[in-house]
């Protein structure tokens, strides 16, 4: 629309002008021109009058097929024009150039800003396209995300992988939103550079709730130290409406070498990238720091045993650090647990301890135990599971514990407001 206008101003949509009339014998121009701007010949000017009405009636058309013209002054007199056209009045109009111009600059602005959307300041960051914003002075990343339909279970609500991977997703943001994101799956340049990358050691999540399709929660996640060579990162998911609780999560993350496939220290330099991020804050006050013990040989009167064997990791199933995914081990542990629990029961709360990283040649076995001797306040009894996920050859993967409650128990829900 701005290429059109600027146009219209270069050329004007006026009929070309009518060739100059010969001058008279004194040099000078006619004092009379009809409407086209032909000199009248002497004593004829009621011809000229009568023709420019013969022609107004042509132009001007009837009403009701063939009435009166819609313009009745134009039947009485026609104004002939005395104003010559010079080159002055011929020039395109410069306040419509201008408007033009402007028009341009504007939309190109618009655009730009559009592309060049990611801030400069944490002050400044906004959540243009959804992909979460930096509040709290720069130390914390909110995130909202809707419940799709693919994310969705059997119950009609959403697993506890499509929250982790809210999880994963929001950490990555995180890094990106922040400006620290390298050449990596959530590396800093400096740990790029020394070809770093960050692995879970540990993780617990509490669910208090688990959203339905069509809900939109809201995710806040932060970082911290933990201890001299770690890093701790804690999430606080909410439903974005009510302000409840849905789930709190923290973990605790260490330093691998991409090609030794060794831990590694955090050097200074990495630490000074990420020191001025870390917010002193815990998700979890009570966290479940019990040893997670190894699973009996033998069958236990108070345990019963499920084994699920052959599991193999698909293609898919890995990152950009050629290891599998961190939330595919949770879908492996759930693996052997009986389809009892799952049906009658939701999960509440899980702890995780990450042993070694998983290739994509690996073969591995799930191992489940199922106690029933833990009763909550209300009498109704929660199950509590003991797995461990390991190679078939014998290493360990991974140990975890599970809480299981039965399904529409509600937990005791807290509201945490979103400014918080």
């Known amino acids: 629309m701005a290429a059109s206008i600027a146009a219209t101003a270069f050329f004007p949509g006026s009929p070309a002008p009518a060739p100059a009339a010969p001058k008279n014998g004194l040099a000078e121009r006619p004092e009379s021109l009809d409407v086209r701007g032909v000199a009248a010949k002497p004593g004829s000017s009621s011809n000229a009058v009568r023709a420019g009405k013969t022609r107004a009636h042509a132009a001007v058309p009837k009403v009701n097929g063939g009435g009166k013209s819609a313009v009745a002054d134009g039947e009485h007199e026609t104004i002939p024009s005395s104003v010559p056209r010079t080159f002055y009045n011929q020039l395109p109009d410069w306040s419509m150039l201008l408007a033009a111009i402007t028009t341009i600059f504007l939309a190109a602005e618009k655009q730009w800003t559009l592309l060049d959307w990611k801030p400069r300041r944490p002050d400044m960051l906004t959540d243009t396209f959804g992909f979460g914003r930096i509040i709290h002075d720069g130390l914390m990343f909110r995130q909202n995300f809707s419940i799709r339909s693919y994310e969705i279970g059997a119950d009609r609500t959403a697993s506890i992988e499509t929250m982790m991977n809210h999880l994963q997703e929001t950490a990555l943001n995180h890094v990106k939103t922040a400006g620290l994101l390298g050449d990596g799956f959530g590396s800093t340049p400096e740990m790029s550079k020394r070809n770093l990358f960050w692995v879970v050691s540990q993780m617990q999540a509490i669910v208090e709730r688990y959203p339905c399709w069509g809900d939109t929660v809201e995710v806040d996640t932060w970082v911290s130290a933990n201890g001299k060579n770690g890093m701790r990162r804690d999430w606080h998911i909410r439903d974005s409406m009510t302000g409840h609780t849905i789930l709190k999560a923290t973990s605790k993350w260490v330093m691998m ?164």
């Open 257 to 420: 070498n991409k090609l030794t496939r060794k831990l590694a220290r955090i050097p200074d330099e990495v630490r000074t990238e990420i020191e001025p991020y870390f917010f002193e804050r815990s998700a979890i006050v009570d966290e479940d720091n019990r040893k997670l013990p190894k699973l009996p040989e033998d069958k236990s009167t108070t345990a019963a045993k499920y084994v699920r064997t052959g599991l193999t990791p698909r293609w898919a199933d890995l990152d950009i650090n050629q290891h599998v995914n961190n939330v595919k081990y949770i879908a492996w542990i759930l693996e052997s647990a009986p389809i009892s629990i799952l049906e009658n029961h939701e999960l509440a709360s899980i702890v995780l301890d990450y042993k070694r990283e998983c290739g994509r040649d690996s073969v591995l076995q799930s191992h489940t135990n199922v106690h029933t001797d833990c009763n909550s306040d209300s009498g109704e009894t929660i199950l509590h599971c003991e797995h461990l996920l390991s190679l078939e050859s014998g290493p360990t993967m991974v140990k975890a514990r599970t809480m299981w409650r039965p399904k529409g128990t509600k937990a005791q829900e807290t509201v945490v407001p979103s400014s918080l």
